[in-house]
């Protein structure tokens, strides 16, 4: 893993419902830097939800709005809390991966399931009728592919979760 500095972005990536956001703002907050929603950032570009787009125009589309919008960030010195399909675009998270170090958070899928509920409203970029076992073992393999850093979630506070992320970076 290259050394992380100020300097650097930390990018989150996981499945729904691991802490993301949730864990990267608390990160933000202990280093003292910005944060970005990449989430947020698709919402406001479409002007719509995530589901909306999902139901309007398909995962896929999904997947190229949001290869776009990570293709556009630019800076350095944020968390960034990327969609759980972030990882399907080559392009996007060797764009990320430039400038930050990747953290995957890593939790197993009954606790996907336990966090996030009824996944078809989430707005979660899937095959029609992919089962959320074939989703989760399909990224598992994307996420482990692009992490500098693997931190586990289960069974852990938010701020274990996000002190493990700051012990786990070589500053």
């Given at each position: 893993m290259p050394a992380y500095s100020a300097s650097?972005?930390?990018?989150?990536?996981?499945?729904?419902?691991?802490?993301?956001?949730?864990?990267?703002?608390?990160?933000?907050?202990?280093?003292?830097?910005?944060?970005?929603?990449t989430d947020l950032l698709i919402q406001q570009a479409e002007g719509r939800t995530l589901q909306e787009i999902v139901?309007?125009?398909?995962?896929?589309?999904?997947?190229?709005?949001?290869?776009?919008?990570?293709?556009?960030?630019?800076?350095?010195?944020?968390?960034?809390?990327?969609?759980?399909?972030?990882?399907?675009?080559?392009?996007?998270?060797?764009?990320?991966?430039?400038?930050?170090?990747?953290v995957f958070l890593d939790i197993p899928l009954s606790v996907v399931r336990e966090r996030i509920g009824d996944y078809s409203l989430r707005g979660i970029s899937r095959r029609p009728g992919q089962s959320l076992e074939a989703l989760y073992d399909e990224r598992f393999a994307l996420y482990s592919r692009y992490a500098d850093l693997t931190v586990p979630g289960q069974g852990l506070t938010l701020e274990a979760v996000c002190q493990l992320v700051i012990d786990g970076l070589r500053v």
């Open positions: 650097r972005n930390l990018v989150f990536i996981g499945m729904p419902g691991s802490g993301k956001s949730t864990v990267g703002v608390l990160v933000a907050k202990r280093l003292g830097l910005g944060f970005i929603d139901d309007q125009d398909g995962y896929l589309a999904l997947r190229q709005v949001e290869e776009r919008v990570l293709l556009e960030l630019q800076g350095s010195g944020d968390v960034i809390s990327t969609g759980g399909s972030a990882v399907y675009s080559e392009r996007a998270m060797d764009h990320l991966r430039q400038a930050g170090t990747v």
